[in-house]
C-alpha cells in the first residue's frame, strides 16, 4: 500500500486553484492509496501512517532543513516533493537552501501535467513492492480507458481465461501484465508468447518442450514456456494467427491443463493461466471457419477491449508528456514541452498506430531535436484521414453557403433597382463590369427582375 503524507505550513493558504485541489491531483494520478494531510507543527504527526511520499507544501520561509530532517528521521525511506508557494517562492536564494535535501520540487503556480509527471517519474524511483511491477507505466484518464482499467481488477480476481482485443499498439500486453500482478499469480512468471512469430511446426516444442533425443540435433532436454509459466501467466499475443494445427494443440491444453513434451510418453500437468490477444474479431473468424469455436469458447470466458487511442480524447497529451519525461531523461536533456500547434496536431491526427506509433513519435522527436518547445514540423506524421475529409466537408459547406448569400444578395439588388445593373452595382460598391460577372457566375437574368415582369 503506497501513502503520501502533505505537510501544510501553519496558516497556510492555496495560491491558485490546482494548488487547493493537491489532494484531488494525487487521487487523479492513481500512484497512491492513501493520501493524509497535516501541518508542520501538528503534534499528531508521527501517528500518522508511514508515508512513501512526503510532500511539504508551505511558504519558502516557514521550510528549513531543520524541520525536513526531522520528517525524514521519523520516515527514513520517504521521498519529498516540495510544493514552494507565496512569498519569495520566485526568489533562487531564497530557495537553494531549503532544496538542499528534497528530492523534487515544483513552484507555484504550476502545472497539472507537469505535477503528475514528475510525482509518476519519482514514485518509479521508489523502492518497489513485488505487486507494483511496470503495470504502473499505464497513462490514461479518458473514461473508455478508465472503464478497461477497472475491469482489470476484476479480470484479476478470476483464474479463468482472458482475451484481450485492441488494435495494433493499442497496449494489450501492458494491460495482460496488469492482470497478472494484480492477481494471486503475481509471485510466479509471466510469459509472453508471440504466435504470429512462431513456425508451425516450432508450435508445439516451443509451447510444450522436448525430451532428449525427441528429434535431430536435440542433444538435451527442454523445458517448454507452459512449463516456464508454471503458477503463473502465459500470455499468447496474435492468438487468432495460429494456424489449425496448433489450434488444435492449445485446445488440447486449455481442455485438461495436460500435455506431452515431445518425446514423451507420459503427459505432464500444468498450473498455468492463460490470456490471449488478438487484434481482430475472433467471433467474426470463428463464422469464417478460420479460428475454432470449441478453442474460442475457451479461450473467451472473460473478455477485455481496449480503446484506440483516437477515442481517449485528451489521453494522448498525457502520453505524450509521459513518454517525453521518459526519453528526454534516457537522452539527458531537459524535457521539452509542445506549442499549442502540435497539441492541436496531436488531438487531431487519428494514430493508426496507437500508443506504439505516438511512442516512436515522441523518441524520434527527441533524437532528431534539441528545441526547447516542439512544434508541428518536428514531427513526421501524415495528415490524419478523418480530419483532411472533416476539412474537405467543411470547405465545401463553406463555398455553398457563401455561394447562395451571393446569389440571393445579388437578386435582392436587382429586385430593388428593377434589373438595372449599373444601379445595383452602385448600391454592392462593386463596378458595373465586376456586378456583370457575380450576375453571370450565379446565371442571373437581369431582364428578369424589371419592373412589371
Excluded at 524541520?67 to 519529498?80: G, M, Q
Excluded at 527442454?222 to 516456464?228: D, M, P, Q, S, T
Excluded at 438595372?420 to 437574368?445: C, E, T, Y
Amino acid at each position: 500500500m503506497r501513502n503520501a503524507l502533505i505537510i501544510n505550513s501553519n496558516g497556510f493558504t492555496p495560491c491558485s486553484h490546482l494548488c487547493g485541489s493537491l489532494s484531488r491531483l494525487l487521487k487523479k494520478a492513481g500512484l497512491f492509496d492513501a493520501i493524509h494531510e497535516t501541518s508542520v507543527d501538528s503534534p499528531n504527526i508521527q501517528n500518522k501512517p508511514v508515508p512513501d511520499l512526503i510532500l511539504p507544501r508551505l511558504f519558502i520561509d516557514d521550510w528549513t532543513s531543520k524541520r525536513l530532517d526531522a520528517a525524514k528521521r521519523v520516515w527514513t525511506s520517504a521521498k519529498t516533493f516540495a510544493l514552494l508557494c507565496g512569498r519569495n517562492s520566485r526568489n533562487d536564494k531564497a530557495i537553494h537552501p531549503a532544496l538542499m535535501d528534497v528530492d523534487e520540487f515544483l513552484v507555484c503556480p504550476y502545472d497539472e501535467n507537469e505535477l503528475l509527471i514528475r510525482l509518476t517519474r519519482l514514485f518509479k524511483q521508489l523502492p518497489a513492492e513485488e505487486d507494483e511491477p511496470e503495470h504502473h507505466l499505464v497513462v490514461g484518464e479518458s473514461p473508455l480507458f478508465r472503464q478497461a482499467m477497472n475491469k482489470v481488477t476484476l479480470l484479476a480476481k478470476s483464474k479463468a481465461a482472458v482475451v484481450i482485443s485492441g488494435e495494433t499498439g493499442s497496449g494489450k500486453e501492458l494491460l495482460a501484465r496488469a492482470i497478472h500482478y494484480q492477481s494471486a499469480r503475481k509471485a510466479k512468471p509471466f510469459i509472453p508468447v508471440n504466435c504470429g512469430a512462431l513456425p508451425d511446426d516450432l508450435f508445439e516444442n516451443e509451447l510444450f518442450g522436448h525430451l532428449k533425443g525427441a528429434y535431430t540435433n536435440a542433444s538435451t532436454a527442454e523445458k517448454g514456456l507452459i512449463a516456464e509459466a508454471e503458477g503463473g501467466t502465459l500470455f499468447l499475443d496474435e492468438v487468432d494467427t495460429l494456424s489449425p494445427a496448433a489450434q488444435v494443440k492449445l485446445l488440447r491444453f486449455l481442455q485438461s491443463g495436460e500435455y506431452r513434451p515431445l518425446g514423451s510418453s507420459k503427459s505432464a500437468v500444468a498450473d498455468v493461466r492463460v490470456i490471449a490477444a488478438c487484434n481482430t474479431d475472433l467471433t467474426l473468424l470463428v463464422e469464417q471457419k478460420l479460428f475454432r469455436e470449441d478453442l474460442h469458447y475457451r479461450l473467451n470466458v472473460l473478455s477485455l477491449s481496449i480503446p484506440p487511442l483516437r477515442d481517449r480524447g485528451a489521453d494522448v497529451i498525457r502520453l505524450a508528456s509521459h513518454f517525453l519525461a521518459v526519453y528526454a531523461r534516457e537522452h539527458g536533456r531537459t524535457m521539452p514541452k509542445l506549442s499549442d500547434a502540435a497539441l492541436h496536431l496531436f488531438l487531431e491526427y487519428s494514430w493508426p498506430g496507437n500508443v506504439r506509433e505516438l511512442e516512436s513519435v515522441i523518441q524520434r522527436a527527441i533524437v532528431l531535436q534539441d528545441s526547447e518547445v516542439l512544434r508541428p514540423e518536428d514531427f513526421s506524421l501524415p495528415k490524419s484521414r478523418q480530419f483532411t475529409a472533416d476539412a474537405a466537408l467543411f470547405q465545401k459547406s463553406k463555398s455553398q453557403a457563401i455561394g447562395n448569400f451571393e446569389r440571393n444578395f445579388i437578386a435582392r439588388l436587382l429586385t430593388a433597382h428593377g434589373g438595372n445593373i449599373s444601379r445595383a452595382a452602385k448600391a454592392a460598391g462593386k463596378d458595373r463590369r465586376s456586378f456583370q460577372r457575380l450576375i453571370n457566375k450565379h446565371g442571373l437574368d437581369p431582364q428578369a427582375f424589371k419592373m412589371g415582369f
